[in-house]
């Protein structure tokens, strides 16, 4: 197929999309549609959302692009620890607070603090907004190769769609659009695309393989070129700091009620598990036909020269598609945390403002993250992973233990938070730094003791700065107030979960992902 015909498919499923957007919002947004579809989501459209969110350029470009270079199991370990839970564990509490549409709120009720308010905000634009950057590069550099466009016009156009669909009726048409795109990922990635990249390379060829040694389908890879001390906190970083990402976590405030919620995060965990597993694997076998492309375009070169063009078109639509539906979420978190935690709920406390003016602010935040992503985005293509790890890493340590502790004990006070935000953010970001000043790529980790990633030494600090300080401060009556809101007594929560369906759930939740652990460590054995 020529450079037209790929270019013609995927503009017309970037058409669809925004024909899907411009429907969502066919009757109007008000201002509770834009920050949370009024609560009204259904399961589908939970599990659409979240799925979307977690299949990002980390997942499709830097994830892969791990798997090419070192192995399978290091891309996709760190997609089988289950952040899922810990998300529907902190979602179910945090939806008991009746009007919160952000963690910011979270943050400000909880510990009756503006100033953490403000303070969290501040570490969400950092986090997120490294987040968000990989999504601009990785759709940029996803089809870059394939439609002959160059990289920098790319990522204007990129931002353009982000923008265009975030802006469009906020919450409504970025849940319904990132829907489609999941069921777009599932069937052209997992059902169709992977599985035939995999019979092309042929089990035989990752067979022999394994026959070679050098361990390229153990969980360190090829010459156990990825380091216990950084495959673990990659894990911690994943199991924590992806389930307390506003992106994510803040769509339990969508959900109809917390069985809707429960059933969502559901979906997701086997959908973006299994999209997951299959393309990182995918991703590994081109190295095995052809080590020479470049990793971060494994799967481009295996489009355009392992299947049927137009399969092959149709499933760079796909990977488009995975940092698609992350971006546009965490586009409208990004301006969520200014206008609604900042402008709104700070600047215009106590004041009578129209819901018109409030939303024109929380667009104009919109177009301005779109822009700056974009300045930031020119030119680099080729720090995905590490960026991604930075952002994950920094919500692994600054948030983590604020929300976590925030929901399960009473006694975790405002300094305590405040403390353990800051500490969390400093070290961590000083140690990713150090790597730079010591001459090593950014996102470097074993130049730390012991080879351990610096989520780890961040989330230590973090952790016990915000437990001690807490045991020599007290909380207020009304953080206690709030902390008994969000933790019902035992007759309520029964109430709520209505003969067990919660718990049913969870515990299909985790036989579900137990079977999937299971299923990656006979593949590799089998191989092996």
């Known amino acids: 197929m020529s450079v037209l015909g790929f270019q ?24 509770s549609d834009f920050y949370n579809m009024s609560g009204g989501a259904g ?34 370990l760190n997609f089988v620890i289950p952040s899922y839970f810990v998300a529907m564990f902190i979602g179910l509490k945090l939806r008991r607070a009746k009007g919160h549409v952000t963690l910011g709120d979270f943050f400000g009720a909880r510990y009756g603090s503006q100033g953490l308010r403000v303070l969290s905000t501040l570490v969400t634009i950092i986090a997120l907004g490294a987040y968000f950057l990989t999504q601009i590069i990785g759709s940029a550099a996803i089809t870059e190769a394939l439609l002959g466009i160059p990289y920098n016009l790319m990522v204007v156009i990129m931002v353009c769609v982000f923008t265009i669909i975030t802006l469009s009726s ?97 979906i997701a965990t086997f959908a973006a598990i299994t999209v997951a597993w299959l393309v990182v694997t995918a991703g590994s076998g ?13 799967l481009v ?28 979420t965490q586009q409208l978190t990004l301006a969520m945390s200014v206008s609604k935690d900042l402008y709104q709920d700070i600047a215009c406390k106590g004041k009578e403002v129209p ?18 992503g974009m300045l930031f985005a020119l030119g680099r293509s080729d720090l995905i992973l590490a960026i991604g790890n930075f952002g994950g890493a920094i919500f692994g340590a600054a948030y983590a233990p604020a929300v976590l502790f925030g929901v399960m004990w009473k006694r975790y006070t405002k300094e305590g938070a ?17 790597a730079v000043f010591q001459g ?68 299909a939740a985790t036989a579900g992902v137990a079977v999937l652990l299971i299923v990656n460590i006979l593949w590799a054995n089998v191989l092996a």
């Open 355 to 372: 819901e018109r003016k409030l939303l024109l602010v929380c667009r104009i935040c919109i177009v301005a993250f779109g822009l700056l």
């Open 170 to 266: 906020g919450s409504k048409s970025v849940t319904i659009t990132d829907t489609i795109m999941t069921v777009l990922i599932v069937i052209c990635l997992a059902i169709i695309f992977a599985p035939m990249v995999i019979g092309k390379v042929g089990l035989g060829a990752f067979a022999a393989k394994a026959a070679e040694g050098g361990g390229f389908f153990s969980a360190t890879g090829e010459g156990n070129a990825v380091p216990w001390g950084s495959l673990l906190g990659i894990q911690i970083m994943w199991a924590f700091g992806n389930a307390v990402q506003p992106a994510g976590l803040s769509r339990c405030y969508l959900a109809k009620d917390s069985k809707t919620w429960i059933k969502g995060l559901l």
């Open 440 to 507: 090593l790529p950014f996102g470097t980790t074993t130049h730390l003791p012991f080879g351990l990633h610096p989520v780890i030494y961040g989330m230590i600090v973090s952790f016990l700065s915000g437990v001690i300080v807490s045991l020599f401060t007290r909380t207020s009556p009304e953080q206690e107030a709030f902390f008994d809101e969000i933790n019902p007594p035992k007759e309520v929560l029964q109430t709520e979960a209505k003969s067990g369906t919660i718990k049913g759930a969870l515990a």
């Open 8 to 31: 013609i498919i995927f503009f017309s499923f970037l058409a669809f999309y925004l024909i899907a957007t411009f429907w969502s919002a066919r009757k109007g947004t008000s201002l």
């Open 301 to 328: 070169w295996a489009a355009m020269n392992l299947v049927n063009p137009v399969i092959g078109a149709i499933a760079i639509a796909g990977l488009f598609a995975a940092c698609l539906s992350t971006a546009d």
């Open 286 to 298: 081109v190295s095995l036909v052809n080590p020479d492309v470049a990793p971060n375009q494994a």
């Open 43 to 76: 399961a589908l459209l939970i599990g659409g959302t979240y799925t979307g969110t977690l299949l990002s350029a980390m997942g499709v470009v830097g994830c892969v692009s791990n798997g090419f270079k070192f192995g399978p199991l290091t891309g996709t």
């Open 418 to 434: 405040i403390t353990s935000m800051l500490s969390g953010t400093v070290v961590t970001t000083a140690l990713y730094l150090a």
